[in-house]
């Protein structure tokens, strides 16, 4: 923990250990990345992976936020989940429950062509397990075209809200309801593409999302 990582609003909701940290990353595949572009800050959303200690994200050879990261700036990257909405008596108090996780340092590119497979795997198995074994894998062509940056989850911290909300001592005695409306995120029926050949079954990596 230092300067950067530290909770500070509210730091009773902080949290340092590796595990708590690894396990919030694990249950999404989406971040934000934060950067400083051109002199401006940017925040750009993107798929990411995560492997041991190590965050791995790809894009465009083209894209600006691939480019820059590949120079070894600083970056600033944040997974959260929403698990429910705190509902309180006063406007003031109202909150939500959350897991999140923020993350600062330096991307690096990866190059060798086996590591970079093998970590675009990684990438494609924290959106869906098992859909990588079932798909054509890049070309060339591809490849060339696509960045790999990983970075090291060194300087991270989480943060997490639980329970009902927190009202002032005379606002209990108020006829308003308050309490938790829990929120679940899951995957509903897969939609066709209107171009798949007849014959081709739902696959195992998309039957397995229900069967969890």
């Not at 989406?30 to 894009?59: A, M, N, Q, S």
């Amino acid at each position: 923990m230092d300067k950067k990582t530290k909770v500070k609003r509210v730091p009773k909701r902080g949290h340092y250990d590796q595990e708590t940290i690894f396990n919030i990353l694990d249950k999404a595949f989406l971040c934000h990345v934060g950067f400083i572009h051109e002199g401006y800050p940017v925040v750009i959303p993107t798929l990411y992976g995560r492997k041991d200690d190590i965050l791995f994200l790809h894009g465009s050879a083209a894209s600006r936020m691939m480019k820059d990261l590949a120079n070894g700036i600083d970056v600033s990257i944040c997974v959260s989940l929403v698990n429910g909405l705190v509902l309180a008596r006063s406007a003031f108090h109202h909150s939500m429950n959350y897991e999140s996780v923020v993350l600062f340092g330096k991307a690096e590119m990866v190059e060798d062509p086996e590591a970079k497979m093998a970590g675009l795997k990684v990438v494609s198995d924290q959106v869906l397990k098992g859909r990588w074994e079932e798909v054509r894998l890049p070309n060339e062509k591809e490849m060339k075209a696509t960045t790999l940056l990983q970075i090291q989850i060194k300087e991270a911290s989480a943060k997490i809200r639980t329970g009902p909300p927190g009202d002032d001592k005379e606002d209990y005695e108020l006829d308003i309801w308050a309490g938790v409306v829990p929120v679940k995120h899951k995957f509903l029926p897969a939609e066709v593409d209107p171009l798949l050949k007849a014959g081709i079954n739902l696959p195992d990596s998309v039957k397995n999302l229900f069967n969890e």
